[in-house]
């Protein structure tokens, strides 16, 4: 009996967008210490703005993780009962009439259809079509990618029989139709989420018809371990596979954020701050938010940020700053906003709340005394004022007296993180254990309750410790926010008479 066992287990298989990792929990949804294995891998950048994977890697790097992770369980391998799946929201696959895959696996952050996205927006009405799919039209999302492809890469989309995503094609056997899930459809921009089918208009508008598209199911139905691909399934691991959950769904449940008094705020590579609760695709949808699903029953409504540990990665490198902890403490020193930096952090691109694919990150203000430690600070805050504009609309759904749940490496290794969002949102935050893995927690959980081992996806997870906000930095962070809009505002004008010039 391993320690901190309690009934049957969960094997969760948690897929980012740079690594995958398996980790073991159990009836509770306490993680398993020392159960767990993770890979990493990097996503194919390109100087138009492509980012890809490759599909095969992407399979052979899960089947170690599971492998290792069954390996470390030993004779408790017997007590997994159920395999959930979290996977990354928004990516697309296309396959051949014999199943295989002949393109890449195309990222949420591939920018490169950003002209189609526009296209289509003068062609559809683009807040119709948000209400009824609950995504903007924009290039994370399916529709502006499928019809860059048919535009730029027809020779290759035109032998495309099946488009689906990256968790879809990679969980089943060759020959296995093919499904996905109501929570991994509703973040394509393709699917009526008041319907839960694929929409009509938009796949008339693109050039597909729905033979090409994976059947929808909700997250509950199960998946014979037959039709899982062999090399997933190791010796001795007899469980039930569930239906994969986009990682955001994921990250709200593992965090315990469902219901409306609690929201989950995630950063890892990318951004997300999320309320989950009863699905009611009938009400008003702010223009900066999303709406997809965990299921029939339950709507996951956020906003995400492109930018996130990506940006602070990168910006270490490019700075020779890529000792996180040295530079949080150097930038700890630094007054909030005395800088005299303004910075929209959008380096990887931008979604909420404005979701303008043609913005960039921009740093302002800057004078030859500006440090990179100053740098480094101001992209910390810029990301935690971009945080506050997409809670403002989400207060909306949330009950008066909430919780916010923090999760993801990046945010909770850094205290000082934490300190500016809370500061920025004006609103104290929770923050969960470091080494507890969300996104994986919430895939264990949601596979345990439709197992029937648990009666609900609200389990609270261990917490580490709370960051209340200060009110003096707030009013500072305020100030600070108007400055962004200001330039976020001048650059969009800009941007559009470009656009409109050429």
Request: aromatic share 6%; net charge negative; charged share 20%.
């Amino acid at each position: 009996m391993l320690p901190q066992q309690r009934g049957p287990l969960a094997l969760a298989i948690d897929i980012g967008s740079s690594s995958v990792r398996t980790v073991a929990f159990d009836a509770a949804g306490h993680q398993l210490p020392g159960i767990d294995h993770r890979e990493r891998y990097r996503p194919e950048i390109t100087a138009d703005g492509g980012s890809m994977c490759d599909p095969l890697r992407i399979r052979a790097l899960t089947a170690k993780c599971v492998r290792k992770c069954c390996e470390k369980l030993g004779e408790a391998l017997v007590e997994v009962q159920v395999v959930g799946i979290s996977c990354h929201w928004h990516s697309l696959l296309g396959l051949n009439d014999e199943g295989s895959p002949i393109t890449p696996v195309y990222m949420w952050s591939d920018k490169r259809s950003s002209e189609e996205a526009f296209a289509l927006a003068t062609e559809v009405d683009p807040v119709v079509t948000h209400l009824r799919t609950g995504c903007r039209i924009h290039s994370s999302y399916w529709p502006a990618k499928l019809r860059w492809l048919k535009r730029e890469r027809a020779e290759v989309a035109d032998r495309v029989t099946m488009w689906c995503g990256l968790s879809d094609w990679l969980l089943l056997a060759p020959g296995v139709p093919m499904q996905t899930s109501i929570s991994m459809a509703s973040a394509t921009g393709l699917m009526n989420t008041a319907t839960m089918c694929w929409d009509n208009t938009l796949m008339q508008h693109i050039g597909i018809d729905v033979g090409q598209l994976p059947a929808i199911v909700d997250r509950t139905t199960p998946i014979p371990i037959d039709l899982i691909h062999p090399d997933l399934v190791p010796a001795g691991l007899n469980a039930t596979w569930y239906q994969a959950i986009g990682d955001g769904a994921a990250a709200n449940i593992g965090a315990g954020a469902i219901g409306k008094d609690r929201i989950a705020l995630t950063i890892g590579t990318s951004g997300a701050i999320r309320f989950a609760g009863a699905r009611n695709p009938d009400a008003d949808l702010p223009h900066g938010l999303f709406r997809y699903l965990i299921d029939e029953e339950t709507e996951v409504i956020g906003g995400a940020l492109s930018n996130g540990g990506n940006m602070m990665n990168w910006f270490g490198n490019l700075s020779g700053m890529n000792d996180p902890k040295i530079a949080m403490r150097a930038a700890a020193e630094i007054a909030p906003d005395s800088h005299g930096l303004t910075v929209l952090p959008f380096f990887a691109g931008e979604r909420a709340p404005s979701w303008q694919d043609s913005l960039r990150g921009t740093i302002t203000g800057m004078n030859l005394d500006t440090a990179p430690v100053a740098i480094y600070r101001a992209l910390l805050e810029a990301t935690a004022l971009r945080f506050y504009q997409v809670y403002a609309d989400l207060l909306t759904f949330a009950a008066p007296e909430h919780e916010i749940m923090a999760s993801g490496g990046a945010l909770l290794q850094s205290p000082l993180w934490c300190q500016i969002t809370a500061d920025a949102l004006g609103h104290s935050i929770t923050a969960l254990p470091t080494r507890l893995e969300a996104s994986a927690r919430g895939a264990a959980v949601s596979s345990l309750q439709a197992a029937g081992i648990i009666a609900s996806l609200r389990v609270a997870p261990d917490t580490n410790g709370a960051f209340a906000p200060s009110e003096a930095a707030h009013i500072i962070y305020r100030r600070a926010r108007s400055r962004l809009e200001a330039l976020e505002r001048a650059l969009t004008i800009w941007e559009q008479e470009t656009h409109n010039d050429g």
